[in-house]
């Protein structure tokens, strides 16, 4: 039995009273200059979707530790009207920050990587934005701002029309079908209120924020990399430049990989997606330090 096959469990208890799974894959071998990583999974999908990504990082040495958005996947989070919010603040503002808690009681003081899957990626940056001394760079994976300049056609006139629909039946019935997002289940209606003012008008300040988001994002200097999967509709490369530019100070990097592995497919066969977050981690990071801020890296 290795560390690897079998993921360590950690229940986070959240401000609703909800409940979502942490999982943790540690190495057999840990490489101490890599930092960790904490996943952060797309729209509608469950955190164990992303094993097989977790399992290839910790074989090359680095600990990962995948979490579950609030109404996805195992987590107890109840959808509907009477739902207590669940929206890109909520998420970035509490739900990461105790994933990095959680992941510090296990696995001690150190450096974060937060590896981003489409929606997941956004509210990676929207933590960004909080300045967290714990993390110190953002992988974006098939991801995306959903701001409907970023898509190309009638693509991007559709999700300029769904950011002004789907509000409404949120407003409605307290929750958005996921087949509009090409997905399963149901998505919490404050989620997509989040998502529709970014779609329509590229705004960067989610609702019920205690800062300024886009004052915040503005002074990140962690770097970025966004991969685009070839022929992926819902991430084309204008979309995750789009992202990249939620980002004016940080040095930022956009790679294609050529191989059509899909939208959310990638994770299930990760080995191309693999090979290229390490290669950005050991070119732009280096040897890294537990606990390291944005002023400190500037004087080092």
Not at 11 to 36: C, F, K, N, Y
Not at 82 to 90: I, K, L, N, T, V
Not at 138 to 163: C, N
Not at 256 to 283: F, K, Q, T
Request: charged share 20%; net charge negative; proline share 7%.
């Amino acid at each position: 039995m290795t560390k690897i096959e079998y993921p360590q469990r950690v229940e986070l208890q959240h401000s609703d009273g909800s409940t979502s799974p942490l999982l943790i894959v540690e190495a057999d071998q840990q490489d101490g200059r890599r930092p960790a990583i904490l996943l952060l999974p797309g729209i509608a999908v469950g955190a164990r979707y992303y094993l097989p990504v977790a399992r290839a990082l910790a074989a090359e040495g680095v600990d990962v530790a995948i979490t579950e958005l609030r109404g996805q996947g195992e987590s107890t989070y109840r959808i509907g009207r009477r739902s207590g919010p669940a929206g890109y603040h909520e998420s970035a503002g509490e739900d990461v920050p105790l994933a990095l808690d959680a992941m510090e009681q296990r696995l001690g003081c150190r450096s974060v990587v937060l590896l981003g899957h489409s929606m997941g990626a956004q509210i990676g940056v929207y933590h960004l934005a909080r300045h967290d001394p714990r993390v110190i760079g953002l992988i974006a994976v098939a991801a995306q701002s959903p701001f409907h300049r970023g898509f190309p056609g009638s693509l991007g006139t559709k999700l300029r029309a769904a950011s002004i629909i789907l509000p409404t039946l949120g407003r409605l019935s307290g929750h958005v079908p996921g087949q509009f997002f090409g997905a399963e289940g149901r998505i919490p209606a404050s989620r997509v209120r989040d998502w529709s003012r970014l779609a329509g008008s590229g705004d960067m300040q989610p609702a019920r924020a205690d800062i300024d988001y886009r004052a915040g994002l503005a002074r990140v200097t962690v770097p970025a990399l966004a991969v685009v999967i070839a022929d992926d509709q819902l991430a084309p490369a204008g979309a995750a430049r789009n992202l990249l530019a939620m980002l004016p100070s940080a040095p930022t990097t956009l790679e294609l990989e050529p191989e059509a592995l899909g939208h959310n497919a990638w994770a299930r066969r990760p080995a191309e997606v693999v090979a290229r977050v390490l290669a950005w981690i050991d070119r732009e990071l280096g040897a890294v330090t537990p606990g390291r801020d944005d002023d400190e890296e500037a004087d080092a």
